[in-house]
């Protein structure tokens, strides 16, 4: 079993950055991806990066998130990062962290992964 927790978010104004934090513990050593979703009122759960556990894939949404947010890992924290910077109100949402044990064939899709933490929100404001 894995647990992971969410940290890191909050309310800030547009323009403005956050890195939320995920810390996983327990059978860590079993996870092979890792990934964040968000899910906004009213709407679909959906991928925003993900990252192979050994830091050497990572994917995102789309190019300008990739170009405004990146993963990355600290595998001696057992922690996955998201940093987010030049935020937009359309980014408001409950963030969630992700894992998975096994290889799957889009990491940004969210029945790929079988761990999920409890959320963080993120609120910006214009």
């Known amino acids: 079993q894995v647990q992971l927790v969410e940290s890191g978010g909050g309310s800030v104004l547009a323009g403005g950055s956050l890195r939320l934090s995920c810390a996983a513990s327990?059978?860590?050593?079993?996870?092979?991806?890792m990934a964040w979703f968000r899910q906004a009122p009213g709407k679909e759960r959906e991928g925003v990066a993900g990252?192979?556990?050994?830091?050497?894939?990572?994917?995102y949404v789309d190019a300008a998130t990739k170009g405004r947010f990146t993963i990355s890992e600290d595998n001696a924290k057992n922690t996955v990062y998201l940093q987010m910077n030049s935020l937009k109100p359309e980014d408001t949402a409950m963030y969630y962290c992700?894992?998975?044990?096994?290889?799957?064939?889009?990491?940004?899709?969210?029945?790929?992964?079988?761990?999920w933490g409890q959320g963080t929100q993120v609120t910006v404001s214009s």
């Open positions: 327990g059978d860590t050593s079993s996870i092979n991806y």
């Open positions: 990252i192979q556990s050994s830091g050497s894939f990572t994917n």
């Open positions: 992700a894992a998975t044990n096994s290889r799957p064939f889009w990491i940004l899709l969210p029945t790929s992964y079988n761990y």
